[in-house]
């Protein structure tokens, strides 16, 4: 069912990703060529609360594609986690006449989308923006590709340092308890292992993929390890690895911020203004509390009870190609 909605308001929320500025771009031009207002929110919802509310026109949003960050800002706030909250937002929101929202996050962000929707009956589209890739029904977030080729470059370079020194390397790379980051990091570098929230490594199998990497002419080993309670991090596995096998000369990098900065990839940039683009459309359709996805290259729209179900499967086959190709 067709809706004439004249308003809408646009958010980026939670941890920033790479190619936010390209999807909060994509978002504004479409609406304004449907002939709809746009109001950028500042700080996520916590700029719906303290209403830090700006137009947005065509103008506002040029020259940031290539921008990495949110020129919207972002942050959390805990506030909005509370119904009280989120009726402060409520009031902001019919005050400055928005009449939809597009909310641009990670989970916790669609957490929030689903609640606000649910408990003012308002209308929110999401675009998956993290650079963890941990959303489901999508397989692809905005954000992930830019961060997987930071982190490329990075361990690049460490592979270097480490195999003039013939040193063991744990690096550290985000996913907020998932593994995408750091097993198809390990895949891209030639990486000896990836430790990874889900699934369990056994002390043997890293002793055995350790020792490989040491065999080979590269006389060095790289592990990338996901940051996480479950792997302990990097910290935690070179702990554990040094008590048991002190012959090996063991570092530690934790990539940390850096991987969150940088220009957006290609990837990124395209995936978030087809994203962006598709949000409008699906509000204009009359679509409600759904997040665009990507599935086999195809647009979709996911229900966010489903986006936030944190069931996204890892491909275990890589982990399998992993060992084969770094043997
Ligand atoms: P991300 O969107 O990157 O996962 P966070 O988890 O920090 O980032 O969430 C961003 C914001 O979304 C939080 O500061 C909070 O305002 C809101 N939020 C997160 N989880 C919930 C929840 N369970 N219920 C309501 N709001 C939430």
Redesign the pocket.
Known sequence: MATNIQCIGVLT???DAPGMNAAIRAVTRTAIANGIIVKGIYR???GLITNEITSLETQSVSNIIQRGGTILKT???????TPEG?RQAHDVIVEHGIEALVVI????????AR?FAQEHNFPIIGLP??IDNDLSGTDLTIGYDTALNTIMECVDKIRDTASSHERLFFVEVMG?DAGFLALNGALATGSEAAIIPEISLEKDQLAEMIEQGFRKSKNSSIVLVAESEVTGGAMGVAERVKKEYPQFDVRVSILGHLQRGGSPSAQDRILATRMGEAAIEALLEGQRNVMVGLQNDELVLVPFAKAIKKDKPIDRHLLDVLRIVSR
């Open positions: 929320s939670g941890g996520g919802y916590r942050a959390r706030c805990d506030e909005f986690r989120r996050g990670g989970d916790g962000s669609l957490h929030g609640d923006g993290t907020r």
